[in-house]
DNA sequence: CTGGATCCACTACGATACTG
DNA sequence: CAGTATCGTAGTGGATCCAG
């Protein structure tokens, strides 16, 4: 594993990818299989419209996921994560390890505190 | 490792860490070892002292750094990671990794493009 | 040397309404 | 169903000057 000086610049435009309010629970959706864009919006409501498609164009941009179209009425449109986008999971799993080690404390900033007994 | 529906919210809060525009490469900064203020502050030019200040206390509230001066003049304080901080390095090495496997051309969004040869 | 104080700009995100 | 168009907001990082 090269850690040399360089490595800051080189990793950061992962965060343009892992950041932000809806990404990872929006990656996480992802990794269990492709979805709809109205699914999607169900499992991250009250996600905005708006929110939802800047999100999923960026990651396109980026080549995490694919966006396929399926003609006909009503529209359907499924979004799927590519070899890349599947790639993340290790990171997320790095984070998941840190967090049961380390951030036990963290929770009371994103989350509200109504997380208490929460299965996990 | 368990990675079920709830892991996304116990996640995020480590974006408060990793997030932002300086968090990687200040951390990975103090991964080489404890550094001054100013001795950042060159490092990671051209940040603003105030940005310097709030990204150091924001890591210093979490957990992920310490603050410790020394009386004097001219005034001396050092910055060190905790366990806690130092924990965050396989994070990055997954980072590292899928950048590696597949970042390559996300390098074009964050760095300007006169990077080119550039140490770090 | 190590910041605090102020002011400002940018942009992610949201509410709502509308369309092929 | 799957978005787009518009408008509005709030938080975050930056510039600059000042102070213990």
Redesign the interface.
């Known amino acids: 594993?090269m850690?040399d000086?360089?490595?800051?610049?080189?990793?950061?435009?992962?965060?343009?990818?892992?950041?932000g309010k809806w990404m990872?629970?929006l990656l996480?959706e992802l990794?269990n299989g492709n979805k709809r864009f109205g699914e999607l919006r169900r499992k991250l409501h009250p996600i905005s419209p708006k929110t939802l498609t800047d999100r999923l164009r960026l990651l396109e941009e980026?080549?995490i996921v694919t966006r396929t179209i399926y003609p006909g009425v009503p529209l359907h449109v499924e979004y799927d994560l590519t070899?890349?986008g599947r790639?993340?999971q290790?990171?997320?799993?790095?984070?998941?390890?840190?967090?049961q080690?380390?951030?036990a404390?963290?929770?009371n900033?994103?989350?509200e505190g109504e997380?208490a007994g929460?299965?996990?």
Do not use: H
């Open positions: 594993m850690m000086q360089s490595c800051p610049g080189k990793v950061e435009p992962i965060l343009e990818i892992l950041d990872l629970i996480f990794f980026k080549g070899e890349s790639g993340l290790p990171i997320f799993e790095a984070m998941w390890t840190w967090t080690s380390y951030g404390y963290l929770r900033e994103t989350n997380e929460k299965v996990m």
